[in-house]
């Protein structure tokens, strides 16, 4: 099984959304009239695309289509595949995020539950696999299980990982593990932090005194604030990745559990909304079950050619 097989896998419940009610629309070699955009409009809804998002789109498609004078239903299709690509690839950043800077230093935040700390696990385990030093800091000092789940992944991955006791103060673990970071000559420091509800102003406050104290180590600090969303919570994403984007700046968005949801339109509202890269989707529970996110693959994914299947 190829990736991209996995992935049209993985994203089965969406694309039963969207997709067949699309193929229903353009299996019926009919003339492009009102109509069709706004069944077009109905499914991008149904798959928790928004109603912003899908106007965007709409509006677009139909620029698209006078332009290039499409006649049938087919070419409408093919429109809406490229267009959603663009919106998807517009947020892709130009600017490389300290790429190259060593250690690398990624925040994950997020609300809670939404799969932070295994996607973490998931992202070092492929900066291994490239052959990378990988070093985890264990700042959701909020809950004891929280620092044990992130040693848990630590002894699997054979990777270190900086903690100090429940209840610390979590900036000073990242400023630890920064410096550990460096004398140990690490690629890539990777800190997962505590799940807060973006409406919790104390916990928000932490995150942002996390940024501080790394900013002061290193202005270019940290090189990536990486939000990870749960698809399944559909539109209530968008707020989320508002309240976060206000308080900390994000640089780069992680969807998971698509796996599981039908709500996958909400990755190209994200994108379309706020223009924040979304670097990796989550696919399922595994090690492997995650992916760098790819436009083309993802709404090929999601809107495969009519006979296509891969
Ligand atoms: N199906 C599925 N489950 C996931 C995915 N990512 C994370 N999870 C599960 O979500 C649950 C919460 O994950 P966790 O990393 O502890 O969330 P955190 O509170 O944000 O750190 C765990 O049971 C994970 O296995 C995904 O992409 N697909
Ligand atoms: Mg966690």
């Known amino acids: 099984m190829t990736s991209k097989d996995g992935l049209f896998a993985r994203l089965s419940k969406t694309r039963q959304h969207l997709a067949s009610g699309l193929f229903g629309i353009f299996g019926t070699a009919k003339k492009i009239d009102e109509s069709v955009y706004e069944e077009i409009e109905d499914q991008m809804l149904m798959a928790d695309l928004g109603v912003q998002t899908s106007q965007h789109l709409l509006s677009v498609l139909r620029k698209k289509a006078h332009r290039q004078r499409y006649q049938t239903t087919g070419e409408l299709m093919t429109g809406l595949r490229e267009t959603i690509v663009e919106v998807l690839a517009a947020s892709e950043c130009s600017s490389d995020h300290g790429r190259t800077a060593r250690p690398r230093v990624t925040l994950m935040v997020g609300v809670n539950g939404v799969g932070k700390t295994t996607s973490l696990a998931k992202i070092a385990h492929r900066y291994q696999l490239n052959g990378n030093r990988v070093m985890l800091a264990a700042c959701d000092t909020f809950r004891a299980a929280a620092i044990e789940q992130l040693q848990?992944?630590?002894?699997?991955?054979?990777?270190?990982?900086?903690?100090?006791?429940?209840?610390?103060?979590?900036?000073?673990?990242?400023?630890?593990?920064?410096?550990?970071?460096?004398?140990?000559?690490?690629?890539?420091?990777?800190?997962?932090?505590?799940?807060?509800?973006?409406?919790?102003?104390?916990?928000?406050?932490?995150?942002?005194?996390?940024?501080?104290?790394?900013?002061?180590?290193?202005?270019?600090?940290?090189?990536?604030?990486?939000?990870?969303?749960?698809?399944?919570?559909?539109?209530?994403?968008?707020?989320?990745?508002?309240?976060?984007?206000?308080?900390?700046?994000?640089?780069?968005?992680?969807?998971?559990?698509?796996?599981?949801?039908?709500?996958?339109?909400?990755?190209?509202?994200?994108?379309?909304?706020?223009?924040?890269?979304?670097?990796?989707?989550?696919?399922?529970?595994?090690?492997?079950?995650?992916?760098?996110?790819?436009?083309?693959?993802?709404?090929?994914?999601?809107?495969?050619?009519?006979?296509?299947?891969?």
């Open 152 to 310: 848990c992944w630590g002894d699997r991955l054979e990777l270190p990982v900086i903690t100090q006791p429940h209840g610390a103060d979590a900036a000073a673990v990242a400023f630890d593990a920064y410096q550990a970071a460096c004398s140990r000559q690490t690629d890539h420091l990777l800190i997962d932090t505590a799940g807060r509800q973006h409406t919790h102003g104390d916990l928000m406050e932490q995150l942002k005194k996390i940024k501080r104290v790394l900013e002061k180590a290193d202005s270019a600090l940290p090189h990536e604030v990486l939000m990870t969303v749960d698809a399944g919570n559909g539109q209530n994403v968008l707020s989320q990745i508002g309240s976060f984007h206000e308080a900390i700046a994000l640089t780069g968005l992680c969807v998971t559990k698509l796996d599981g949801t039908a709500k996958g339109g909400v990755v190209i509202a994200a994108a379309q909304r706020y223009g924040i890269p979304i670097r990796y989707i989550g696919v399922g529970e595994g090690l492997e079950d995650l992916r760098e996110f790819v436009p083309a693959d993802f709404v090929h994914a999601l809107i495969p050619e009519r006979d296509g299947g891969s």
